[in-house]
């Protein structure tokens, strides 16, 4: 296992566990299953493990495992904050202390507050009194690290990033999504403030392993490396220095014994130009399932009505690429719930975007055609009740 360091110092394994896809068994956790992988995990150097307060029943089923070994100390934790519920300090130290009860801890090292998608989020936070709380949280010990977890646009990653002195941050960031959400922009602004960057969706929730197309594969077959798809999608990101930690939701013994294996062996910097031409053509391949031809370059933004056009054509494409529900649950989160929505529909036609796209992108007409497709009546109608929740006042 190879180790990069967090702002203290303290080592982190590469590979870190990710905790919410452990097999089910009943209605609860196959512990016996869990603890086994999570132990070979151990065995093999991997010291993070990140969890939630929503994964169900994670935080209670490694609390419980890491007692049994005794392993509490010479382990990290990360857990979240589940900032979007929470409407008063009092409720921050509701979800907090339920927490380390579940965990069966008195401290937590990495405490991100959860999927924040809009500096707004963080706004709020700030005016219940969260700074101060985090002050005190970190004073007693029981907080060691500060950070959250991301998945709105570059933009709003950026404002949050430096409003805060933060001691960690966690993007949604793979060789295909390298422009999306936070994106390179986001994970290079993060390095440079001294912040370490841990990575979630490295292969895409498993979709860049088994959902690549036949001529994805093909591409991949043909060079030399005779790497697996999962390990193409991990050396790329083990290649740039600017990565801490790379989370995988292990579930089987033989991914926890493949994703420690390329831990041990992958180099920052590995990677050669045929490596990066390869990648760059299993992308084209995948993306030929796309409907419309964004590069996510951005020159078409900012528009002044406030459309996250890349956004937007992400999510229509992600409908074709993975499924409708992925396209429209990621519209929905991503563009509908920030306080200032992004919707396509918000577009007036005033063109000033299409005169700076390099793809010659019919912008205002497929906006259009995106809004339509990732947006019918149910999910309206759904967006708007999640909207009124989020964004209502004094909510506690
Ligand atoms: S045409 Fe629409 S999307 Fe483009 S800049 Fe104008 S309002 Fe924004
Ligand atoms: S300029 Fe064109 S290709 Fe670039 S993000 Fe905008 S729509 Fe996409």
Redesign the pocket.
Same mark, same amino acid.
């Given at each position: 296992m190879q180790y990069r360091k967090d702002k203290g110092g303290s080592e982190l394994s590469v590979l870190g566990y990710g905790c919410m896809r452990f097999t089910k068994k009943g209605s609860g956790i196959d512990m016996d299953k869990a603890e086994r992988e999570i132990m070979a995990a151990y065995e093999a150097g991997v010291n993070y493990f990140d969890t939630a307060y929503v994964y169900s029943g994670s935080e209670a089923a490694i609390g419980e495992i890491f007692e049994r070994n005794h392993i509490r100390e010479k382990i990290k934790i990360a857990t979240k904050l589940p900032q979007y519920l929470i409407g008063s300090r009092a409720a921050i130290d509701k979800y907090f202390n339920e927490e380390l009860s579940r965990l069966r801890t008195d401290y937590v090292d990495y405490y991100l507050m959860h999927h924040m998608t809009d500096v707004a989020m963080w706004e709020k936070l700030k005016k219940i009194g969260i700074l101060d709380w985090i002050a005190e949280k970190k004073r007693s010990g029981a907080i060691r690290n500060i950070g959250f977890s991301y998945h709105g646009n570059t933009d709003n990653f950026l404002k949050i990033l430096s409003d805060y002195d933060w001691d960690i941050c966690q993007i949604q960031y793979n060789y295909f999504d390298e422009f999306s959400q936070a994106g390179v922009d986001g994970l290079r602004a993060a390095a440079a403030k001294g912040v370490p960057v841990v990575i979630m969706e490295p292969l895409r929730g498993g979709k860049l392993v088994n959902m690549l197309p036949d001529a994805a594969k093909k591409v991949m077959r043909g060079s030399e490396r005779g790497w697996s798809a999962a390990e193409w999608g991990l050396r790329w990101l083990y290649n740039q220095p600017e990565v801490t930690v790379v989370l995988s939701g292990m579930n089987s013994l033989e991914m926890v014994r493949e994703n420690c294996r390329v831990a041990d062996e992958a180099r920052v910097g590995e990677f050669t130009e045929s490596d990066f031409k390869t990648l760059a053509e299993v992308s084209a391949k995948i993306r030929e399932k796309e409907k419309v031809g &964004?590069?996510? &370059?951005?020159? &078409?933004?900012p528009c002044p009505k406030g459309v996250d %056009?890349?956004g937007a054509?992400r999510c229509y494409n992600t409908m074709y690429i993975e499924s409708k529900a992925a396209g429209r649950f990621q519209y929905a989160q991503t563009v509908g719930l920030t306080k200032e929505p992004a919707f396509a529909s918000q577009c007036v036609g005033c063109g000033k975007?299409e005169q700076?796209?390099?793809?010659n %992108?019919p %912008?205002r007409e497929k906006l259009k055609e995106a809004d339509r497709a990732l947006r019918p009546l149910p999910y309206k109608a759904g967006i708007q009740i999640a909207r009124r929740f989020m964004f209502r006042k004094g909510r506690g």
């Open positions: &964004c590069t996510g &370059c951005r020159y &078409c933004m %056009i890349p054509f975007c700076h796209c390099p793809q %992108i %912008i």
